[in-house]
């Protein structure tokens, strides 16, 4: 090959590596700023290279960074993190750690790796203290990252799947002060108050769970009226209202949360009238389990069974419905049929695999391990 071919290819080459370094900003309007350099990605700045010319940007009009330049690790990793194969993305994005020397890069791809740790302890306490240790260390080390926000959440989150729950509400409670006080936007205090909730539901405070969870559902509704997350802030309204009646199911007032979801049932929002048949199946099943009635039993399958049709896929409202039909099939029994045991299985093994960031993996893995 000439010289010149080999010029020529050498310089390709090196250009097509410049492009593929290239960032694009997306804007919270939907615009996107394409073909940039970002040097500086922190809560009172983002600044970035255009044409060799430093620009910055008000943090808070930023959505997101596609980066370019990636390794193929955090890639790979962003796709198992996209299919929910959460321990092939902490490999994958602390692989990618290794193999970049930019620094703005290196961060974000520890953050993702706490992120897909997070979300892998589900349902296992150990996994999730340490996924909210590595997320500390992150906090520590990149205390005016852009990226803070969801770190702290992803901690509150890890610390309360850890059982932790001291330190849990206090990172949450942090997280919903600074959301408000550093402008931080209405969607990080839906998500506090909610995790919050769950933190106080788990430690039997059902009456301050109670008003927690009606809290978070006037925070998500302030999101969705800016427009922000409207589908998971949707999903963090039905699950609020789904926590207050749990709140009395906890309370052990089963009648009270029976007619709390009898009621939500009856709404015209298609994804709070299926979350409220699954409250009512719930109900219904700890109502017949204390009697050991069957035909009770029976009406709380068949609440839970219209639960799984009506659900729209907002909230966890189907994750919910078939653990609780495992658990209505066990407390049958043999009255249930020959293949009770297996199918009950079968209903905890869909929770944990098609569900895999919901809160009712833990307890689906729990009657799976007796």
Sequence with gaps: MSMHKLFGLAFLTAFLHAQEALDTIVKQDGASVRGVSVTTFSLTSVKFLRNKEEVELPPHQVADIQWGGVPDSFTSGLAALARNDFETARQQFGEAVNK??????????????????????????????????????????????????????????????????????TTL????????????????????????????????????????????????????AAGTRTDEMAAIKVNARVGEGESLIQEKSYDRAAEFFRTLSQNDDMSLAAAGKAGQGEAMFYLASASNDANGLRGAEIALAEACVLDTGAGDTAAKASYYLGRVLTALGDRAGQDWGARAKAYYNTVVKSYPTSRWVSPSKAELAK
């Design 173 to 224: 409670k942090e997280l919903d002060d600074r959301a408000g006080r550093d402008g931080w936007g209405a969607m990080w205090n839906a998500r506090a108050k909610y995790e919050l909730a769950l933190c106080l539901l788990e430690q039997n405070k059902a009456l301050d769970a109670r008003s927690a969870f009606q809290s978070a559902g006037g925070a998500a509704d302030t999101a969705m």
């Design 100 to 169: 970049t020397d930019r620094a703005v890069l290196k961060a974000e791809a520890r953050l993702l790796q706490g992120k897909a740790a997070a979300l892998a302890g589900a349902g296992d306490p150990a996994a999730a203290a340490n996924a909210a240790g590595a997320l500390r260390a992150w906090i520590g080390e990149f205390p005016d990252n852009w990226r803070l926000p969801e770190a702290t959440y992803l901690l509150g989150r890890s610390l309360r799947m850890g059982q932790a729950h001291s330190d849990a509400e």
